[in-house]
């Protein structure tokens, strides 16, 4: 510990703890008396005149006071000032015996000022006075304040100006019985934010305790202070000298709430010390007692120095950390804390400055003041806890020892380097490992210690502590830190059980998160991986993966240790879909359930294009079931169209179960146009598994209905007839029934059998019949002569007798309607030629102020098109609103008859009128109005627009909305 890392800089000359200040005031007398007391300073005189200044601004507030008519035969006893400074109080004690004893009073404040005596205590000598600090009105009154006479009484008073002939008085308490002599000082102080009184009254030889909780309603609290004690039965609490001292005096260290932190009561056997407790939490409110031995001077009893008569201090006063003893002819200063320590000495000689009379401390300021006969000191206090955490450390008090340390830092180090090499020596390795993290102590030196405990949570608090005390300039520090302690922590991690685990992963995980441990991790990805797998810890990697995204490391980690499982919920974890495509190839190998369930639950996120890979994997029945799955939650759900994954699944299908194949096909539909599978290749894929019924719906949809029906002819008759019937030709499902009636019958002569397979194709030619137009005479799709040829010529014609007479009334019945047909046809030329005669003479007659049915102008001003009907348009308004029905064909021809017509007008205008030219005009101009107004505008617009929707398809959508 000899070294902290720190450089010491202190001055040459170091100041002195205690310097003394004459005060530059005019005493033209001798001084008897000097009290101090929130900056006013109240002088007593041997004339018998006490003056009065405020020491921040002297040459104001100056106030004298002739005390000479209240003196005759009396002598100054003492004098009191209390806190605020306005109210002082003086005993006088009678030169001769048969005067009582007097008390003067008098109030700084006003011009009128004058002493007055207070009658009450006549015959009491008042010895001390306590004061009541927490007294916020100190101008007004004293507030209730304690007395203490020389006969032990106590006594409980108030002063106010205006009633200080007649004050507040009553007796509370009485220590004569107990033979202790005068009350020589006595004080008390309520504990902050309590109702808990602390009273202290000190006598020659013993200093009484007294403490109560004082109900807040109570008028007179401080008799309710000593109410408990009045029996006598607890007198026990109080502190015995061993050597009385006829001026025992008390003095407190006050802190800015007006309570006291400590107490010090000078006595003969030396200064007693004690701690006063700052809540109501304890017992006795007195702690951490100390007995302080003044300086030992006996040696200078035999010497001819004159300080031999007289070794015992007169009074003292108290600073925070030392005491100035007052001597006859010296001024002695001592440490609280190091009693053998004297920190000031100064010899006082009477021929320069007088008798020492006294040494006084302002209980608000905390100044301290020296006065003798003839002048009045001021002592300054420079730096007084300079050494004050030394001795703290000796006494190995190292939180008040870095308390007084704090503000140089080698000092606060060497504190810290003790007090954890301290704890480590008592086994205290975790509080040891906090401080020595505070310490500029080496490194190195600091980890051996932990190391070579059995332990390592103090080692790694110590790492945590200097981590974070890096600055983020120290990468290389910050980078080795984590890396240890990353080891460290999964070290642990793998030793202990599942409870201790638990929180070894609690404190790991917030380690993890740790801004500047992320930061560095992030930079040092590999080797933080190389560290994890060394040890083995998939979770952990797991974790960081999630938390820096790099799952690539840990999934080929997990596959290369044969972790599946592991590497499937890593891939569940992240949000990029390569590292599907990329790895479940090779998962489906091991796990294919788990694999096809995790594709299927990302959903559209993935690109079934991009799985392909990992669907041909079909090594058992489980893969081939899985890869089935997915293909058709592809088809079914994600609505794909791919042709690649219909014919997978065609080809799985027919490979392992007929049924779904069927059902496939059929959802599918017969509509080649919205079919997604390979026609071709299915029918390939049947052919070679021999799924007959696949193969026969298949040839259907090519239109192969002849190798369908023989197909369908060698397993079921019952899909023959239904294969037969479907094609729109009537020709072909004649062939098609002849090959079923042909298989049926030939070779039987079941005449029973051909009747029936005539009665069901006619049948089925009348049910096709009303979704198709055929032969409209109605013509039956197989007659009894087309299956006479399959029968011998032996077989009897009785047995086709009904069958015959129904053909022959069919025949009739056609010949019927071919008249009938006939002579409608007739009737319809002979009236198409009569409307044609009339239309030949037929006119029209146009007036000047006809207007065009389309753009509602004058008729006459340009050219222009009647229709039969009698609507009227201008040729050019024709033009506009049939071109944009045209087809891209016409609309050719039409361009192209312009621009004909275009240049047979330039060849008129240039005198090349011939009547080749003429004829060749107006044949492109017959033509042009051929295509625009073959039909009118009005009429056969109208007409063909009545099938037009009035939502289309685009628009459905959006209009269904609006009406729901």
């Keep these: 510990m000899s070294s902290s890392g720190y450089i010491t800089m202190s001055r040459r000359d170091t100041i002195p703890i205690f310097t003394k200040q004459k005060m530059k005031l005019e005493i033209q007398h001798e001084i008897v008396s000097v009290r101090v007391s929130n900056n006013w300073l109240v002088c007593l005189m041997s004339n018998n005149i006490a003056f009065r200044l405020f020491l921040l601004n002297r040459t104001s507030n100056e106030f004298e006071v002739e005390l000479e008519k209240y003196m005759g035969g009396y002598n100054v006893g003492r004098t009191f000032l209390d806190p605020s400074g306005y109210?002082?109080?003086?005993?006088?004690?009678?030169?001769?015996?048969?005067?009582?004893?007097?008390?003067?009073?008098?109030?700084?404040?006003?011009?009128?000022?004058?002493?007055?005596?207070?009658?009450?205590?006549?015959?009491?000598?008042?010895?001390?006075?306590?004061?009541?600090?927490?007294?916020?009105?100190?101008?007004?009154?004293?507030?209730?304040?304690?007395?203490?006479?020389?006969?032990?009484?106590?006594?409980?008073c108030e002063f106010t100006p205006d009633c200080a002939l007649v004050p507040y008085r009553k007796m509370i308490f009485d220590l004569s019985k107990e033979n202790a002599g005068p009350i020589t000082a006595i004080n008390f102080f309520k504990i902050p934010n309590s109702t808990t009184f602390i009273a202290l009254v000190a006598t020659p030889s013993r200093l009484y305790k007294f403490y109560e909780t004082v109900s807040p309603s109570e008028k007179a609290p401080l008799q309710a202070i000593f109410s408990l004690y009045k029996s006598g039965e607890l007198f026990d609490n109080f502190e015995q000298s061993e050597k009385p001292l006829k001026s025992s005096s008390l003095e407190f260290n006050i802190e800015e709430n007006e309570y006291p932190d400590s107490v010090c009561w000078f006595t003969g056997s030396g200064i007693f010390r004690s701690q006063i407790a700052q809540t109501t939490e304890f017992v006795d409110y007195f702690t951490e007692k100390e007995w302080i031995q003044l300086p030992n001077f006996r040696e200078l009893e035999n010497s001819a120095s004159p300080l031999r008569r007289n070794f015992t201090p007169k009074s003292f006063a108290l600073t925070t950390f030392h005491a100035l003893l007052l001597y006859p002819e010296k001024v002695t200063g001592i440490s609280l804390?190091?009693?053998?320590?004297?920190?000031?000495?100064?010899?006082?000689?009477?021929?320069?400055?007088?008798?020492?009379?006294?040494?006084?401390r302002d209980s608000k300021t905390g100044a301290v003041y020296l006065f003798t006969s003839k002048v009045i000191f001021r002592y300054r206090v420079h730096d007084e806890e300079r050494d004050v955490w030394q001795m703290y450390l000796e006494k190995c008090e190292y939180d008040l020892a870095e308390k007084y340390a704090s503000h140089n830092l080698e000092n606060l180090d060497l504190v810290r380097g003790k007090r954890a090499e301290s704890l480590f020596a008592q086994k205290k390795y975790l509080e040891s490992a906090e401080i020595y993290s505070k310490t500029m102590l080496t490194f190195e030196e600091i980890c051996l210690k932990f190391l070579t405990l059995e332990d390592k949570k103090p080692l790694i608090l110590y790492l945590q502590n200097r981590l974070e005390s890096l600055k983020d300039d120290d990468s290389t520090q910050i980078t080795m830190l984590v890396i240890w302690l990353i080891e460290l922590f999964l070290i642990e991690i793998s030793k202990a059980d599942s409870v201790d685990g638990k929180v070894w992963q609690k404190n790991f995980d917030y380690f993890l998160q740790i801004p500047r441990v992320a930061n560095c991790i992030r930079a040092n990805r590999s080797v933080?991986?190389?560290v994890m797998g060394a040890h083995g810890d998939s979770h952990n990697m797991s974790k960081l993966a999630a938390i820096y995204h790099d799952y690539e490391k840990v999934i080929n980690e997990h596959i290369g240790q044969k972790k599946f499982i592991e590497s499937l919920a890593i891939l569940k974890k992240q949000n990029n879909p390569e590292l599907f495509y990329k790895y479940c190839p090779i998962l489906m190998e091991t796990i294919p359930e788990e694999t096809i369930s995790t594709l299927?639950?990302?959903?559209?996120?993935?690109?079934?294009?991009?799985?392909?890979p990992t669907l041909i994997c079909l090594q058992s029945n489980v893969h081939r079931s899985e890869v089935i799955k997915y293909l058709e939650y592809a088809i079914y759900s994600l609505s794909n169209k791919k042709m690649a994954f219909h014919n997978f699944l065609l080809k799985l299908y027919a490979e392992n179960s007929e049924e779904n194949l069927l059902k496939y096909l059929d959802a599918q539909g017969s509509d080649v146009s919205s079919i997604h599978y390979d026609i071709k290749y299915a029918l390939r894929i049947c052919q070679e598994q021999q799924l007959r019924k696949a193969c026969v719906f298949l040839q259907c949809l090519l239109q192969m209905w002849e190798p369908a029906v023989d197909l369908a002819l060698q397993f079921d008759i019952g899909l023959a007839k239904k294969t037969a019937s479907q094609p729109d030709d009537t020709d072909i499902r004649r062939k098609l029934w002849l090959k079923i009636a042909q298989s049926e019958i030939k070779g039987t002569n079941d005449v029973k059998r051909a009747l029936d397979l005539l009665k069901e194709c006619n049948d089925d030619k009348k049910r096709t019949n009303l979704?198709?137009?055929?032969?409209?005479?109605?013509?039956?799709?197989?007659?009894?002569?087309?299956?006479?040829?399959?029968?011998?010529?032996f077989e009897k014609i009785d047995d086709f007798k009904e069958a015959i007479c129904d053909a022959l009334k069919e025949y009739n019945n056609q010949i019927q309607e071919l008249q009938t047909e006939r002579d409608e046809s007739t009737e319809n030329a002979d009236r198409v030629r009569e409307d044609l005669k009339i239309l030949k003479t037929k006119s029209i007659r146009i007036s000047p102020k006809e207007n065009c049915s389309s753009c509602d102008e004058i008729l006459l001003l340009k050219s222009f098109i009647v229709f039969p009907c009698g609507h009227k348009f201008h040729s050019e308004c024709v033009e506009k609103q049939v071109i944009t029905s045209l087809s891209s064909e016409e609309n050719r021809k039409l361009t192209s008859l312009k621009q004909q017509l275009e240049n047979s007008i330039s060849q008129s205008q240039n005198n090349q009128q011939t009547p080749a030219v003429i004829a060749a005009r107006d044949k492109i101009k017959f033509e042009i109005e051929t295509v625009l107004a073959s039909n009118c505008l009005l009429c056969f617009g109208m007409i063909g627009s009545l099938d037009d929707l009035f939502i289309t398809e685009k628009d459905w959508g959006k209009a269904q909305i609006d009406w729901e």
Excluded: C
């Excluded at 404040?109 to 009105?137: A, Q, V, W």
């Design 771 to 793: 979704l198709r137009i055929e032969d409209k005479r109605g013509n039956s799709l197989l007659r009894i002569e087309d299956l006479l040829p399959y029968f011998s010529d």
């Design 528 to 530: 933080v991986y190389d």
């Design 337 to 360: 804390l190091d009693h053998e320590k004297v920190v000031y000495e100064e010899q006082i000689t009477f021929e320069n400055h007088g008798r020492l009379l006294d040494i006084v």
């Design 600 to 612: 299927i639950s990302q959903g559209a996120r993935l690109n079934p294009d991009k799985l392909i």
């Design 87 to 156: 109210h002082y109080f003086i005993t006088l004690v009678p030169k001769a015996q048969g005067l009582p004893h007097e008390f003067l009073y008098v109030y700084f404040h006003g011009e009128n000022i004058r002493p007055r005596k207070l009658d009450k205590f006549k015959d009491h000598e008042i010895t001390t006075m306590g004061f009541n600090y927490n007294n916020s009105n100190g101008k007004a009154t004293t507030g209730p304040i304690l007395l203490g006479t020389s006969k032990g009484l106590i006594f409980e």
